[in-house]
């Protein structure tokens, strides 16, 4: 199954199901990404999410209305209720465009090939961008071989949807082509510039960049003289750095951001954001890659160079950001909901990065704020380097994700087992313990059995 640049264009869900889980996939209803987001904030706005798990069903299986659920004839799939996964992306389950092996083991474990027979709900939480989620989407669902949705995924620029209302016109950086206007475009801003618009109106701006046939096609002709620029959007890695830090440079020291003008006081520009901070990222190479905040840094040093010591002031979204855990908050809230009947949050996210700088510290700091747990693992195939101490320490070092998702299922069934048997003797029996609160009858291998005559315990929802 295939989606067509203009299955993209109209928006809507996106998603590239693999050939052999066609057969195997029942259909899911699933609202436009943004729809989704947005019904999510709508509801974390009016209600208390653990008051409403009080008076909800937590059961995660659908079952027949009028029919007594059978210890026999368990709801399938089963799904885990009381914990979640969130992934980087980027060194942690892809490198160089291409899957990290575990990876994709790692998916078939959360996806139900597991020895406690359960799916486990996660999304993707990435500091990478230049394409639209759904876009994303389709390249990790062929490369991990499942299939991913768009309410599953956030960019290091999805954020950047909720502040269309705020600016008029704005300059969007970096990408392929005109990727990031398409992805500016499609989340609601109504006049977006680029910097080949900026080149085509005034080859001089850029002395040494000079625009290909193609570019020159697809940039759009204006007086930028005149043209008020209210903001300046980093959307993705920049593609040409000399020519980028020029122009945001121009509009930084401008009047009002027009470019062209030049500030006496060098505080009249327009603000500016940057999707995310990594200084380095993994990508195919051997050593990590320069990312888009070294070239944060080179914008503000080269800023106060220029203007005699003045400090430029610029924002970045992504992760270790607080606001996008709080935003991944809702996405996960609604995936549950909306993809596994799960109408409560979870006691426990567990977040696999591979930087201890944006995952391992964004996590952390988020842990100390947030109701519900959320526990870092670090994992060893991207910019970490093993052997080295972390800036920001995890709860648990691995070496793959895979061995992160065998972890977090191993603690959850500790956690459960400890609940399940209190301060009870070792002579009381646990059989067939699970981890969505249910018991499991009639597995060829039950996850956990003790025996003892006397008498046997069964397991406590959560």
Same mark, same amino acid.
């Given at each position: 199954?295939t989606a067509?640049e203009?299955?993209?264009?109209?928006?809507?869900?996106v998603?590239?199901?693999?050939?052999?889980?066609?057969?195997?996939?029942s259909?899911?209803?699933?609202g436009?990404?943004?729809?989704s987001?947005?019904?999510a904030?709508n509801?974390?706005a009016?209600i208390?999410?653990?008051?409403?798990?009080?008076?909800?069903?937590?059961s995660s299986s659908?079952?027949?209305?009028?029919t007594?659920?059978?210890p026999?004839?368990?709801?399938?799939?089963?799904?885990a209720?009381s914990?979640a996964?969130a992934?980087?992306?980027?060194?942690?389950l892809?490198r160089?465009?291409?899957?990290i092996?575990?990876?994709?083991?790692?998916m078939?474990?959360?996806?139900?090939?597991?020895?406690?027979?359960m799916?486990v709900?996660y999304?993707?939480?990435?500091?990478?961008g230049?394409?639209?989620?759904?876009e994303?989407?389709?390249?990790?669902s062929r490369?991990?071989?499942?299939?991913?949705?768009?309410a599953q995924?956030i960019?290091?620029h999805?954020?950047m949807?909720?502040?269309?209302?705020k600016?008029?016109?704005?300059?969007?950086?970096?990408g392929?082509?005109e990727k990031?206007?398409?992805?500016?475009?499609?989340?609601?801003?109504?006049?977006?510039?680029?910097?080949?618009?900026?080149?085509?109106d005034n080859?001089?701006t850029?002395?040494?960049?000079?625009?290909?046939?193609?570019e020159r096609a697809?940039?759009r002709k204006?007086?930028?003289?005149?043209?008020?620029?209210?903001a300046?959007?980093?959307f993705?890695?920049s593609?040409?750095w000399?020519?980028?830090?020029?122009?945001?440079l121009d509009?930084a020291?401008s009047?009002?951001g027009?470019i062209?003008t030049?500030?006496e006081?060098?505080?009249e520009?327009?603000?500016?954001?940057?999707?995310?901070n990594?200084i380095?990222?993994?990508?195919a190479?051997?050593?990590?890659?320069?990312?888009m905040?070294?070239?944060?840094?080179?914008?503000e040093?080269l800023f106060? +160079?220029?203007t005699?010591? =003045?400090? #430029?002031e610029?924002?970045?979204?992504? *992760?270790?950001?607080?606001? &996008?855990?709080?935003f991944?908050?809702?996405l996960?809230?609604q995936?549950r909901?909306?993809?596994?009947?799960?109408?409560r949050?979870p006691?426990t996210v567990y977040?696999v990065?591979?930087?201890p700088?944006?995952?391992?510290?964004?996590?952390?700091?988020?842990?100390d704020?947030?109701k519900?747990?959320?526990?870092?693992?670090l994992?060893?195939t991207g910019?970490?380097q093993?052997?080295?101490?972390?800036?920001?320490?995890?709860?648990?070092?691995?070496?793959t994700?895979?061995?992160?998702?065998?972890?977090?299922?191993?603690?959850?069934?500790?956690k459960?087992?400890?609940k399940?048997?209190?301060?009870?003797? +070792?002579g009381?029996?646990? =059989?067939? #313990?699970?981890l969505n609160g249910?018991? *499991?009858v009639?597995t060829? &291998?039950?996850i956990?059995?003790?025996?003892?005559?006397?008498s046997?315990?069964?397991t406590p929802g959560?």
């Amino acid at each position: 199954m295939t989606a067509t640049e203009r299955d993209i264009e109209e928006g809507g869900p996106v998603v590239i199901t693999p050939e052999r889980m066609m057969a195997q996939r029942s259909q899911s209803q699933h609202g436009g990404f943004a729809a989704s987001l947005e019904t999510a904030r709508n509801e974390l706005a009016q209600i208390d999410l653990e008051e409403e798990a009080m008076i909800s069903p937590t059961s995660s299986s659908p079952e027949t209305p009028g029919t007594p659920a059978s210890p026999l004839t368990p709801a399938y799939p089963p799904t885990a209720d009381s914990f979640a996964f969130a992934f980087d992306i980027d060194g942690v389950l892809i490198r160089g465009g291409r899957p990290i092996p575990e990876a994709i083991e790692a998916m078939k474990v959360l996806n139900g090939g597991n020895e406690y027979g359960m799916k486990v709900p996660y999304i993707f939480l990435t500091n990478g961008g230049g394409k639209t989620e759904a876009e994303r989407c389709i390249d990790l669902s062929r490369q991990l071989d499942i299939e991913v949705s768009p309410a599953q995924f956030i960019c290091g620029h999805t954020p950047m949807r909720e502040m269309v209302a705020k600016y008029e016109t704005v300059l969007v950086i970096g990408g392929e082509g005109e990727k990031c206007r398409q992805v500016a475009e499609g989340y609601g801003f109504r006049d977006v510039v680029t910097p080949g618009d900026i080149i085509k109106d005034n080859e001089a701006t850029t002395p040494f960049r000079k625009l290909t046939d193609e570019e020159r096609a697809n940039s759009r002709k204006r007086n930028h003289g005149k043209t008020k620029i209210g903001a300046i959007f980093v959307f993705a890695d920049s593609r040409d750095w000399a020519g980028d830090i020029q122009i945001i440079l121009d509009l930084a020291m401008s009047k009002g951001g027009y470019i062209g003008t030049l500030s006496e006081t060098f505080d009249e520009g327009p603000p500016i954001y940057f999707s995310h901070n990594d200084i380095v990222w993994s990508a195919a190479h051997d050593n990590v890659r320069l990312g888009m905040g070294a070239l944060r840094k080179m914008v503000e040093m080269l800023f106060k +160079d220029l203007t005699k010591g =003045k400090e #430029l002031e610029t924002i970045a979204f992504g *992760k270790p950001q607080i606001g &996008t855990f709080e935003f991944a908050t809702r996405l996960l809230q609604q995936w549950r909901k909306d993809e596994h009947r799960i109408n409560r949050p979870p006691e426990t996210v567990y977040f696999v990065g591979d930087t201890p700088e944006s995952d391992i510290r964004g996590t952390n700091q988020f842990n100390d704020k947030s109701k519900n747990e959320w526990y870092s693992i670090l994992v060893k195939t991207g910019v970490y380097q093993d052997g080295t101490e972390p800036a920001y320490s995890p709860k648990i070092t691995v070496d793959t994700v895979l061995d992160a998702v065998q972890h977090g299922m191993k603690r959850e069934f500790s956690k459960k087992m400890q609940k399940a048997t209190g301060g009870m003797p +070792d002579g009381l029996g646990l =059989k067939h #313990l699970s981890l969505n609160g249910e018991t *499991k009858v009639g597995t060829k &291998t039950p996850i956990l059995e003790i025996s003892e005559p006397s008498s046997e315990v069964g397991t406590p929802g959560l």
